[in-house]
């Protein structure tokens, strides 16, 4: 009787074990999933690779772009971010690009950026409600000048000169292009007004001044710029300035532009100093930038800016305080930007988000 009822315990416990055994082996599959999953994602957050828009090669957006993108990749082992850089069109072609998420974060000039503000605030009034602006500020970089550079041989002292001239006046939608549309405007020009009209990339038009296809070219860049040096020391050519009516002109379409100098040293002792305009070049997300990873961005710029001030002539007098300065920025600051300008206390208050 015992070896029996012996018999049948052993024969439920194997019947026991058999059940229990494949829904233990599949919460064991399912938890090795889970770990497997979550390491998954940590290495892609870990490798995560941000796309910065610039500009044309020859231009200054480029290496700036491609000094910042070296000091993200630096603390790459801190932030798991590497930065690749692209070359653009500039401004407008960044703004567009970093909001269909071809692009991750952009190089703009304030100016165009505050002109995107007020027309998606506009549109919003249009349809009775209200809009979110989708990209935000991360810090502001370094000025650019708007700079008309001419063939000395072609007698132009002013703006107003350039009427009957050659004058390239680049590609729709630059920065370039809308300046010089503005100044034509305040006089009632029309493109038939000049003697011939190009529409140049910013790599070809130092070598068309030289070549003495075009007259005047005009330029919305940092100083000192290569391809500036370029035309002012292979051919004859200057800079001149804008009148005070110009610079007003400029000035009442937009509250990010202010007076600035050209200095001459930029590019020579001999030179005399430029009266002209300018703004900054900022940078600028999308607003679902993650913060982790905008606060990465703006932390690698910083707690490097010695080395950042190295790596080009433009960016030598640089102040970190000013450019993380609210009133310098066009659009609402990115929470993680602001996070980091909270952190070193630059500020003394919390700038908008």
């Not at 000013?322 to 609402?332: A, K, R, S």
Request: charged share 20%; net charge negative; hydrophobic share 40%.
């Amino acid at each position: 009787m015992l070896r029996r009822l012996l018999y049948f315990k052993r024969c439920w416990l194997l019947l026991f074990l058999a059940g229990m055994t494949p829904v233990y082996a599949e919460k064991q599959v399912i938890t090795n999933h889970v770990i497997a999953d979550k390491a998954s994602a940590s290495q892609i957050i870990r490798n995560q690779v941000i796309t910065l828009g610039t500009g044309g090669v020859t231009g200054l957006y480029y290496p700036t772009g491609g000094a910042l993108c070296r000091l993200v990749n630096q603390a790459r082992q801190e932030y798991g971010i590497r930065c690749a850089v692209r070359s653009t069109l500039g401004s407008m072609s960044n703004l567009e690009q970093v909001i269909n998420h071809e692009l991750d974060i952009g190089i703009a000039e304030a100016g165009q950026l505050y002109d995107f503000a007020k027309d998606t605030d506009k549109n919003a009034d249009n349809h009775g409600d209200e809009l979110d602006q989708p990209l935000r500020t991360l810090t502001s970089l370094y000025p650019e000048y708007v700079s008309i550079l001419v063939r000395s041989d072609a007698h132009i002292n002013s703006f107003d000169d350039l009427k009957h001239k050659r004058v390239n006046i680049g590609q729709s939608g630059t920065s370039q292009r809308l300046t010089i549309e503005l100044l034509m405007k305040a006089r009632g020009w029309q493109l038939s007004d000049f003697s011939g009209v190009s529409e140049l990339e910013p790599s070809e038009q130092a070598a068309a001044l030289c070549d003495n296809r075009i007259d005047a070219t005009l330029y919305v860049v940092g100083h000192p710029s290569g391809t500036i040096k370029e035309a002012l020391r292979d051919c004859s050519s200057q800079l001149i300035g804008l009148s005070k009516h110009d610079r007003e002109t400029l000035i009442l379409q937009n509250p990010f532009y202010g007076e600035m100098t050209i200095s001459g040293g930029f590019y020579s002792s001999d030179l005399t100093d430029v009266l002209t305009i300018g703004v900054n070049a900022t940078l600028f997300a999308r607003a679902d930038l993650p913060d982790d990873v905008a606060y990465a961005v703006v932390k690698s710029l910083f707690e490097q800016f010695d080395n950042f001030k190295k790596l080009h002539p433009a960016f030598r007098f640089l102040n970190p305080q000013q450019m993380m300065q609210p009133t310098t920025l066009p659009l609402p600051i990115h929470p993680g930007a602001a996070k980091y300008f909270r952190e070193v206390k630059y500020l003394s208050q919390t700038p908008p988000e």
